[in-house]
């Protein structure tokens, strides 16, 4: 569903009971009084709220915007000029989905994307310089109006045929073959004591194919698809308090985005026509112009580093290009709580060194040196060291943002002073972990992730008492640098 813009405030303000009791009167005008003075501020509020909601939209006119041109139209004009124009024809480009606006709350019979593609194209081919179009789509309105341009000719003696109609050597074929809606949702929200706002997302995508067709023998030259997305955003504040007993503010002030589906068509086409022109030169199906092959090396170079860039993206439009290396160095910091036999545990600082190594596409070995303390509330308090091994699961390796898993097992060693272990102190220990990374750059991530260490023998906290063993909860953050 396509989400719309939602601007109402609304106050409604209580009635106070007035009691007619005779020799009461005075007392109830003070109560009337009373409330009026109090409802005072929260009115003139909705007033103002009332007053400026027309002008709750976070954005101008922009006249860009008024333009169709996109980001993708410089590419089709930057193209190498041909050696010479080819005529081609467009019959139809139309939409091939048979799909409606998508709506959850009724039926719509609006189409979901233009109809009128086949004027987009035209304006794409012509724009690349390549080609010569010629009028198709209407052709028995054109022969109509020759045919009456010959009637008048004749009645007036004027003696001659019209010049010949031009004829194509390719022709155009394909459509818009697919809409898929709602290919990623989300949102985010928060309300206390009745004020909150909330964030909504939505993405659809469009694709389309585009096909080259030689007139002379019918044969397809070349076939080439693209694909984009259309992005929906809302975001919307409200607030429901009441003010008295028997008085509400009700408010709610938004403002949504939907990008327009023509654009992202246009977008779809001018790419399309971009990589028929130039993979056609490619295969040597047409050729540029004797001055331009020396530069043709070049514009291949742009043309396959966009390629590139648009191969390592997703259908929901993520970026998939792997930014871990083989080798990662992580540092981390964090608090941590003992869970054993005393009561009222404290939170107390941990801190690790990691090694990691990876061994698969989302795994890693990992080395940890750790170094942290426990303590209970007016009980006890130790410092320890400790090592552990652990394997590493990365979910999605291929995307900035992932969370992962990691099991492991180590040991803790007691400190009788500063980095002074006491061996005959140690206790084992299985543990496991889960959390979310986020690459800042190529080779740099920051990390977030909650850990549990269950000690395999008891006594952590010097007592060795219950059904189970003590254990250790720990929490918190690092970065890691990683080396390919």
Not at 137 to 160: D, F, K, P, T, Y
């Amino acid at each position: 569903m396509r989400f719309y813009n939602t601007h109402a405030i609304d106050g409604m303000k209580g009635n106070p009971h007035i009691s007619h009791d005779k020799g009461g009167h005075h007392g109830d005008h003070m109560m009337v009084s009373g409330s009026v003075k109090k409802a005072t501020p929260v009115l003139m509020l909705v007033l103002l709220l009332v007053a400026g909601c027309g002008n709750l939209n976070p954005f101008q006119p922009d006249p860009g915007l008024r333009s169709l041109d996109t980001p993708v139209h410089k590419e089709l004009l930057e193209l190498p000029r041909p050696q010479e124009k080819m005529v081609a024809a467009v019959y139809r480009f139309r939409d091939q989905t048979g799909q409606y606006q998508p709506s959850d709350n009724i039926a719509s019979w609006s189409t979901a994307v233009t109809q009128g593609a086949t004027s987009i194209l035209l304006k794409a081919i012509d724009d690349s310089g390549w080609f010569t179009p010629i009028e198709r789509e209407s052709i028995s309105n054109l022969m109509n109006e020759r045919q009456i341009i010959q009637s008048i000719r004749a009645e007036h003696g004027q003696v001659g045929p019209l010049p010949p109609m031009m004829y194509a050597g390719v022709m155009l074929e394909g459509g818009i073959i697919g809409y898929d809606s709602n290919i990623m949702t989300g949102g985010a929200g928060a309300r206390y004591l009745g004020i909150g706002g909330s964030s909504e997302f939505r993405q659809d995508k469009v694709t389309i194919y585009l096909r080259a067709v030689s007139t002379q023998n019918s044969r397809i030259l070349k076939t080439v698809h693209s694909t984009e997305t259309i992005l929906s955003q809302k975001v919307d504040a409200h607030i429901f308090r009441f003010v008295d007993e028997d008085k509400i503010i009700e408010g709610e002030a938004g403002y949504t985005v939907n990008e327009p589906s023509t654009i992202a068509v246009t977008r779809a086409i001018e790419k399309a026509v971009e990589k028929l022109v130039m993979e056609g030169i490619r295969d040597q199906l047409w050729a540029v112009a004797s001055d331009e092959e020396e530069f043709l090396d070049e514009y291949f170079a742009a043309y396959d580093q966009r390629q590139v860039a648009k191969a390592n993206i997703d259908v929901f439009g993520r970026q998939i290009t792997d930014r871990r290396g083989n080798l990662g160095l992580g540092l981390n910091l964090g608090g941590q709580r003992y869970r054993g036999n005393y009561p009222d545990p404290l939170t107390r600082p941990f801190s690790s060194v990691d090694l990691m190594v990876r061994l698969s596409p989302r795994l890693f070995g990992g080395l940890s040196v750790n170094r942290g303390e426990i303590a209970a509330k007016h009980e006890f308090e130790k410092t320890f060291s400790g090592a552990q091994l652990s394997v590493r699961g990365v979910l999605f390796p291929d995307y900035s943002i992932t969370p992962f898993l990691e099991i492991g097992g180590g040991a803790m060693v007691m400190e009788d002073g500063w980095f002074r272990p006491s061996w005959d102190d140690y206790f084992p220990y299985v543990s496991g972990a889960a959390g979310l990374e986020y690459m800042l750059t190529e080779g740099v991530g920051i990390h977030f992730s909650v850990r549990h260490r269950y000690a395999l023998k008891d006594g952590l906290d010097g007592v060795q008492l219950g059904r189970y063993n003590d254990r250790v909860w720990s929490f918190g953050g690092g970065v890691t640098f990683y080396r390919f």
